[in-house]
């Protein structure tokens, strides 16, 4: 069974999490850890600029995702972007992520939530 609304709640949730985490957090640079999360993985000197690549490329991703435009393709991307992305913070960087490695299971249920909003709820989905 279909539950349209919910897949709706779950897709403006999913959205504003990739907005919020793109322009408040990296463009903006409201949250300072994710440039030195950047700079300790990638290199300083580039760091800022790196940050705000990644921050448009989430707030890209937003738009995706509230489009709707080839939804299983985002979810699949965004499902793949948000497990590597935590694996290398995982192994890398721990001291620098919020709860430490417990970072990892808020990322698995983010994962969680894009499946079953994009794979169970969908109803534009046969």
């Not at 990739?18 to 300083?44: F, M, S, T």
């Not at 921050?55 to 509230?66: K, N």
């Not at 499902?79 to 001291?95: H, K, Q, R, S, T």
Request: with cysteine; aromatic share 16%; charged share 15%.
């Amino acid at each position: 069974m279909r539950h349209p609304y919910i897949h709706k709640v779950l897709t403006y949730f999913i959205g504003l999490t990739w907005l919020i985490n793109g322009l408040l957090c990296k463009v903006l640079n409201l949250v300072p850890r994710h440039e030195q999360i950047v700079a300790r993985i990638l290199g300083a000197k580039y760091s800022r600029a790196l940050t705000l690549a990644i921050g448009f490329s989430e707030i890209g991703m937003a738009v995706w995702t509230l489009s709707g435009i080839r939804s299983r393709y985002n979810a699949m991307f965004q499902i793949a972007i948000v497990a590597a992305m935590n694996l290398l913070e995982f192994f890398l960087v721990p001291d620098l992520l919020l709860w430490g490695r417990f970072n990892s299971l808020f990322a698995f249920f983010f994962i969680l939530i894009i499946y079953y909003s994009e794979f169970k709820l969908n109803p534009n989905q046969t």
